[in-house]
């Protein structure tokens, strides 16, 4: 099968990134190289592009796509160490860095990666396609385990039956595949629950964020994209679920707050200033048009913050 991901919120982004054709950019999450190639497309020969991509399937087709680039530099890492990558090319700052975190076509479509509901396969999620599996996780975990990941992950509020049914249904064999954890799920949900939309969701949702280390990996990866930027560079961040875009929201203010000292200070002794500034104050969500042709934007939101011109770190 290709490697299809159609880019989200494309020219937003690009837009967003205000690209310098002499700069240096990091494509944090590179998959079929939709991004990456109108970044690419906008650099001169003395510009800069890095793609970074866990998962082999990403690098080989971002390697072929963008093979007509000559100063295009694909490698198989995960976001969270940009900073050694960059270290490792020689790199010390940068124009800016995009990081689109939702799972990709290719990976949902492809029924063998595990993703999906949708399809039956192992139960598998994993996108370096190395490590712990999902299947691994429901077969291990204790029952108080498996509902806290459900619940943290998935906000799923079902999360204590479903990990029960779970633990009593590998009493008797395995939960080896997407269909048996599926059945499970339907199982352990009210039927008006089953109505309203998939159950599935959610709990396929907090398995691969679990088997992915995802939220480890995107913290350490935001304070590093951060700190490789020059004054003035952009980190443009696409999320498409309400806990990854809450960290992100969360880091940004945090590098936009200025003096820390306490409110009955009669002037500021910490001297600390801004690190960066936001250029979106709302996230940026797809437009209608967007909407009608990909239907997986719909909960997409991107967040730009500008490292700030003073900031010499």
Same mark, same amino acid.
């Given at each position: 099968m290709d490697f299809i991901h159609i880019p989200v /919120? /494309?020219? +937003?982004?690009?837009?967003? #990134?205000?690209?310098d054709p002499d700069g240096i950019y990091v494509d944090g999450t590179v998959g079929g190289a939709g991004?990456?190639? +109108?970044? !690419?497309?906008? *650099?001169? +020969?003395?510009?800069? #592009?890095?793609? /970074?991509?866990?998962?082999? @399937? !990403?690098?080989?087709? !971002?390697? +072929?796509?963008? !093979?007509? =680039?000559?100063? $295009?530099?694909?490698?198989?890492?995960? =976001?969270? @160490? $940009?900073?050694?990558? *960059?270290?490792? #090319?020689?790199?010390?700052?940068?124009?800016? $860095? #995009?990081m689109d975190l939702g799972v990709s076509s290719h990976q949902l479509d492809e029924g063998s990666r595990g993703f999906s509901y949708h399809q039956d396969s192992y139960l598998d999620m994993r996108m370096s396609q190395t490590g712990t599996s999902a299947a691994d996780l429901v077969n291990t975990l204790s029952e108080q385990q498996l509902a806290k990941i459900i619940f943290e992950y998935g906000e799923e509020k079902f999360s204590r039956r479903i990990a029960a049914n779970i633990v009593r249904a590998r009493e008797d064999a395995p939960v080896q595949t997407t269909s048996q954890l599926a059945d499970i799920i339907r199982q352990s949900v009210p039927q008006k629950a089953r109505r309203e939309k998939n159950p599935c969701k959610k709990t396929f949702q907090a398995l691969r964020i679990a088997v992915n280390s995802e939220f480890e990996h995107l913290t350490k990866g935001l304070d590093d994209a951060f700190e490789s930027l020059r004054p003035g560079g952009r980190l443009a961040v696409i999320t498409f679920h309400s806990l990854e875009d809450r960290l992100v929201k969360q880091k940004f203010a945090g590098w936009c707050k200025g003096c820390i000292c306490p409110p009955d200070f009669p002037q500021c002794v910490c001297g600390r200033k801004p690190l960066g500034r936001l250029i979106t104050r709302k996230p940026v969500e797809a437009d209608q048009s967007e909407l009608e042709k990909n239907n997986r934007s719909r909960s997409a939101k991107l967040r730009i913050i500008e490292r700030s011109a003073e900031c010499n770190g």
């Open positions: /919120l /494309l020219g +937003e982004s690009i837009n967003g #990134l205000g690209i991004h990456s190639s +109108e970044i !690419a497309a906008r *650099l001169s +020969e003395k510009g800069r #592009l890095i793609c /970074l991509d866990r998962d082999p @399937d !990403a690098v080989k087709t !971002a390697t +072929e796509r963008l !093979a007509k =680039y000559k100063n $295009v530099t694909v490698v198989q890492s995960n =976001y969270s @160490d $940009v900073r050694s990558v *960059l270290d490792s #090319l020689g790199v010390d700052k940068v124009n800016g $860095v #995009l």
